[in-house]
Antibody, heavy 119, light 107 residues
């Protein structure tokens, strides 16, 4: 059974940093693109970043470029999102999802972890 | 970035109704269009991929169509468990943007 479990969310002051983790199991993690998607309270879904299986291709949405870093450790079956210089508008539930290649789909999602950036 | 526009943003329907949601891309995305269903407090769930392919385990009352810039999600005979918010997503280019969502409510 495919499982994705996010952790690392919490309350942080604006300007602060947080590192999210996503532990994957039930599939060959090293064979899949992975994606982070977020959802602000009461709002729609926003694609944040994705990463190729070998980590050599990475893409970000413009609003997080230079502040967020997506990475992965295939030996640990884990995906990460390092978030720096957090702003109030980064407050959201952050989901990791399996998939993200061009023409692909987000087939499995974690339960999400809440990040609150407060001034 | 490609903009994805869904309409309507919300609708009211009854059990048994046929419901259609549209999604328009700001430029051609071939058929690289997915549909997701999300219920309150839950992660999204993939319904349709590549515009018209039904994800395994999804009931056959869900279908998708379209290509280029205009796409449609149809639910024939709406069931109580279908009341939710629906999102389209393009995967033709990054950022792989989502539409704003369509909330389907009980009439």
């Amino acid at each position: 059974e495919v499982q994705l479990v996010e952790s690392g969310g919490g309350l942080v002051q604006s300007g602060g940093s947080l590192r999210l983790s996503c532990a994957a199991s039930g599939f060959t993690f090293s064979g899949y693109w992975m994606t982070w998607v977020r959802q602000a309270p009461g709002k729609g879904l926003e694609w944040v970043a994705n990463i190729k299986p070998d980590g050599n291709e990475i893409y970000y949405v413009g609003s997080v470029k230079g502040r967020f870093t997506i990475s992965r450790d295939n030996a640990k079956n884990s995906l990460y999102l390092q978030m720096n210089s957090l702003r109030g508008e980064d407050t959201a539930v952050y989901y990791c999802a399996r998939g993200g290649a061009r023409a692909g789909r987000l087939e499995y999602w974690g339960q999400g972890t809440l990040v609150t950036a407060s001034s | 970035d490609i903009q994805m526009t869904q309409s309507p943003s919300s609708l009211s329907a009854s059990v048994g109704d046929r419901v259609t949601i549209t999604c328009r891309a700001s430029q051609s995305i071939n058929n690289y269009l997915n549909w997701y269903q999300q219920k309150p407090g839950k992660a999204p769930n993939l319904l349709i991929y590549a515009a018209s392919n039904v994800q395994s385990g999804v009931p056959s009352r869900f279908s998708g169509s379209g290509s280029g810039t205009d796409f449609t999600l149809t639910v024939t005979s709406l069931q109580p468990e279908d009341f939710a918010t629906y999102y389209c997503q393009q995967t033709d280019s990054t950022p792989q943007t989502f539409g704003g969502g369509t909330k389907v409510e009980i009439k």
